[in-house]
């Protein structure tokens, strides 16, 4: 296993002079710990695991090298992403780093006109970029091909596998040729990443930019326990102290359109990301949150990886994330690139072994505000108010958040 370590530039990582002048011309020039470890050996063409933090640059860390052997072999990349939104933001960096080198590149999404899509894939792009299930679309309709696909990309893939995607992805990796160079992107590696390593890559190099789960240094965390029914009351008083932009993390999509009602009506210009929106609505509110338009997206998982906006002072998990590793994909779209930022979570008081678990996972100890225990204490000098009523126990934990 490679750890992290020091490169002084670009120009040390054996990337190409004219793409080098690229990225120079783009203004970067410090490579992240994982583009410093992701990209020499991706140039030489191994396969490789790659664990990082969010908000760290695996995105330009797998497209450098893949716009490099492209230009030298003539192949073919196929990049396989959890969401559409990560799939057109993952295409612009495409575009942008391959600008002036002919690089010609498509994504395949689901929400987008199929006939426009089988159009340009009869352009034989360089770079294929798609979901799972649209990628499967094409296959059985025929009108895409794998067979000179001679590199692969799986980015979020233990979202990918989350979001009920496993057979999809073991089909697509059935199409391509046994014969290629295999790349895995992810700020979590769970065991279900390591059967796909085993089983379809060849000996990858795996690098570690940082311990799976770990976290951006510069985000405040913060857990607030609070009430069901006093929850949106909280969250109002949160924005209104907070004067930039803000991602409010819900469950439930039905949640979400409700939120952004509420948001709205008490006068915070809100946007809503969940997967009843229509592509189109879902760029809107990515572009509208982007500019300035909106000052608050409230969003489903579905905004959690890959979401790539700039100066987010603020995520507040208005329903805590069922799962440890999706807190760590949330909060990561704050205090990113070096910047500060502020996560807050919204917990009942039956969610502290909830709370445990994220803590373990990203091994550090989260400062709570209206703890249980002040709740337990203020019973506890009035019984008679509580004599006949039943009480959950701590330690009586719902299921859903122990499995």
């Known amino acids: 296993m490679h750890t992290q370590n020091s490169m002084s530039g670009f120009h040390s990582l054996t990337i190409a002079p004219t793409l080098l002048a690229r990225i120079n011309g783009l203004g970067y020039t410090v490579p992240t710990p994982i583009q410093s470890l992701s990209i020499p050996p ?3 063409g191994k396969d490789l695991l790659g664990i990082a933090q969010t908000g760290t640059g695996k995105t330009l860390a797998f497209a450098l090298p893949v716009i490099q052997r492209i230009a030298r072999v003539k192949c073919r990349a196929l990049v396989l992403v959890p969401t559409r939104e990560l799939a057109l933001q993952v295409n612009e960096t495409f575009e942008t780093l391959g600008k002036g080198f002919g690089l010609k590149t498509t994504v395949l999404i689901g929400g987008a006109n199929m006939s426009r899509q089988v159009n340009e894939l009869k352009r034989s792009p360089h770079v294929i970029i798609g979901t799972p299930g649209r990628i499967i679309d094409h296959l059985t309709r025929k009108s895409l091909m794998l067979s000179d696909t001679k590199i692969l990309v799986l980015d979020e893939a233990d979202l990918m596998l989350d979001m009920g995607f496993a057979d999809q992805i073991k089909r697509i990796l059935e199409s391509v040729p046994r014969e290629r160079q295999t790349m895995l992107f992810s700020a979590t590696m769970p065991s279900a990443i390591h059967k796909i390593a085993t089983a379809h890559m060849s000996s990858p190099t795996h690098v570690e930019a940082a311990r799976s789960g770990t976290l951006a240094e510069r985000i405040e965390q913060v857990i607030l326990y609070v009430s069901a029914t006093t929850k949106t009351d909280e969250l109002i008083a949160l924005l209104q102290k907070h ?7 819900v469950r439930t999509k039905h949640a979400a359109k409700k939120l952004a009602y509420q948001l709205n009506r008490a006068g915070f210009r809100s946007a809503e990301i969940h997967s009843n929106r229509s592509l189109a609505q879902r760029r809107a509110a990515l572009d509208g949150f982007k500019s300035g338009k909106s000052q608050v997206l409230v969003a489903t998982d579905i905004a959690a990886r ?12 208005y329903d805590a994330p069922e799962n440890p590793e999706d807190y760590v994909h949330r909060i990561g779209r704050t205090g990113r690139a070096g ?25 550090i100890s989260i400062p709570a505000l209206g703890d249980r225990q002040q709740v337990v204490d203020k019973k506890a000098a009035h019984p008679k108010h509580h004599r006949n009523k039943k009480h959950t126990h701590p330690k009586h934990v719902s299921k859903k958040y122990t499995r």
């Not at 004067?243 to 993390?249: H, K, N, P, Q, W």
């Open 243 to 249: 004067s930039g932009t803000a991602i409010v993390f």
């Open 339 to 363: 910047k500060a930022g502020r996560a807050i979570t919204f917990a009942t008081p039956n969610q502290r072994q909830l709370v445990k678990r994220i803590e373990r996972l990203t091994g």
């Open 42 to 44: 991706l140039i030489e």
């Open 306 to 317: 890959g979401i790539d906006v700039s100066g987010i002072g603020m995520v507040v998990n």
